[in-house]
Nanobody, 115 residues
Framework: VQLVESGGGLVQPGGSLRLSCAAS????????MSWYRQAPGKERELVAA????????NYLDAVKGRFSISRDNAKNTVYLQMNSLKPDDTAVYYC?????????WGQGTQVTVSS
């Protein structure tokens, strides 16, 4: 299993970023995919998740209406579109998949929201 995130960076408050996670080594189209984040000194938290066919999505309350998770099963890629970014969104963002009770993580991508 391999998960490779990209798309992080430095953005001003109110700006947007789109994160991508390229997946391999498992049946992507049948797997629920998630984005987590971890800010310095805080626990890792679930930001958004999407089912295999994309029919069901859920979000952390703090990002509802601003973030959108999507997937392209033809490309084995899951995305996180982040709009109206706030300084509190600053964190390392991780892609996750759980397979047979085992969690797999990408290396993470840093998102910094600052003026």
């Amino acid at each position: 299993v391999q998960l490779v995130e990209s798309g992080g960076g430095l953005v001003q408050p109110g700006g947007s970023l789109r994160l991508s996670c390229a997946a391999s080594g498992f049946t992507f189209s049948r797997s629920r995919m998630s984005w987590y984040r971890q800010a310095p000194g805080k626990e890792r938290e679930l930001v958004a998740a999407i089912t295999g066919a994309g029919g069901s999505k859920n979000y952390l309350d703090a990002v509802k209406g601003r973030f959108s998770i999507s997937r392209d099963n033809a490309k084995n890629t899951v995305y996180l579109q982040m709009n109206s970014l706030k300084p509190d969104d600053t964190a390392v963002y991780y892609c996750n998949v759980r397979l047979d009770r085992d969690d797999y993580w990408g290396q993470g991508t840093q998102v910094t929201v600052s003026s």
